[in-house]
């Protein structure tokens, strides 16, 4: 009777999880994802509507520290350096908060970003980068806050605020000819060590052109001095396949040393089983 009775409450237990009413958020989330150059932003953000409410003056006080949209921080993130009004915003996820007032708002990006609107304590260490932006009335009202990346080229945008008759813009510069001369100049200058060894750990692992496999090998052993371990052992695995078992030893000799040497004990232990294995 006892067992009958708990397996009715988990049924129940169950379909009260499962009962759970859905509503639609006041402030719903939206995502924005943005290439600008060759640069990613994303900006994360809940969405509140106006409802016939003023909202600037008395829903959002001017003057006051404002979470710049509802509910969680609104996150802003770059995959690279940016520069704003002359100063660089490190690459990475920030809070975006703001400081509305009539003509001039203040825009801050914040290092901590897991407030639910804003710090209890405002930290200034914390204040990645801080400017100021106009605002510029907007004739037609916009009912729900509006985040946009705006106004793009190859070096840059305006990350725009809209909400009720007021928008401000703010344009931010990416870091698109440093990033793509750096493209360039890589491979204008051939393929290193890494790729190499890539190409040749791909070879090896789809049991591909094996004679290629060591050609690759061993121009990656050839562009990197230091000489890893972990290419060495890709190299004794090769000469194996290839046959060359007694070259095969001598290399992962080579690389069992280089792990001694790396601290690396799983390399060590899988190079004594091959050559053990090599040796018979």
Same mark, same amino acid.
């Given at each position: 009777?006892?067992?009958?009775?708990?397996?009715?409450?988990?049924?129940?237990?169950?379909?009260?999880?499962?009962?759970q009413v859905r509503i639609p958020q006041q402030s719903p989330k939206a995502t924005i994802n943005q290439t600008v150059g060759l640069t990613e932003v994303e900006i994360v953000y809940s969405r509140p509507s106006a409802r016939d409410r003023i909202v600037y003056g008395n829903l959002?006080?001017?003057g006051k520290l404002w979470r710049t949209g509802a509910n969680e921080n609104t996150l802003?993130?770059?995959?690279?350096?940016?520069v704003i009004a002359g100063k660089t915003l490190k690459k990475g996820k920030y809070a975006l908060f703001t400081i509305p007032n009539i003509q001039n708002w203040e825009l801050i990006f914040y290092k901590t970003t897991d407030n639910w609107g804003t710090p209890k304590v405002f930290d200034e260490a914390n204040v990645a980068l801080r400017t100021n932006a106009k605002e &510029?009335?907007?004739? %037609?009202?916009?009912?729900?806050?509006? *985040?946009?990346?705006?106004? $793009?080229?190859? =070096?840059?945008a305006n990350l725009e605020i809209s909400w009720e008759h007021s928008m401000v813009s703010l344009r931010f510069e990416v870091?698109?000819?440093?990033?793509?001369?750096?493209s360039i100049e890589k491979v204008l200058s051939g393929p290193k060590g890494a790729d190499y060894y890539a190409a040749a750990q791909y070879f090896y692992q789809s049991n591909g052109d094996s004679i290629k496999a060591a050609d690759y090998?061993?121009?990656?052993?050839?562009?990197?001095?230091?000489?890893?371990?972990?290419?060495?052992?890709?190299?004794?695995? &090769?000469?194996?396949? %290839?046959?060359?078992?007694?070259?095969? *030893?001598?290399?992962?000799? $080579?690389?069992? =040393?280089?792990?001694?040497?790396?601290?690396?004990?799983?390399?060590?232990k899988l190079n004594k089983d091959s050559i053990n294995e090599w040796s018979r």
């Open positions: 009777m006892k067992n009958i009775v708990i397996i009715i409450a988990l049924v129940f237990s169950q379909l009260a999880v499962e009962a959002v006080p001017f802003i993130s770059f995959s690279d350096d940016v &510029i009335a907007v004739p %037609n009202a916009v009912e729900t806050f509006t *985040i946009g990346i705006n106004g $793009l080229d190859s =070096n840059g870091p698109t000819h440093k990033s793509t001369m750096a090998i061993e121009k990656a052993l050839e562009l990197t001095p230091e000489k890893p371990f972990f290419y060495l052992r890709l190299k004794s695995l &090769i000469q194996a396949r %290839n046959g060359d078992k007694k070259g095969a *030893i001598e290399t992962a000799k $080579l690389s069992m =040393n280089a792990a001694e040497i790396a601290g690396n004990q799983d390399y060590v």
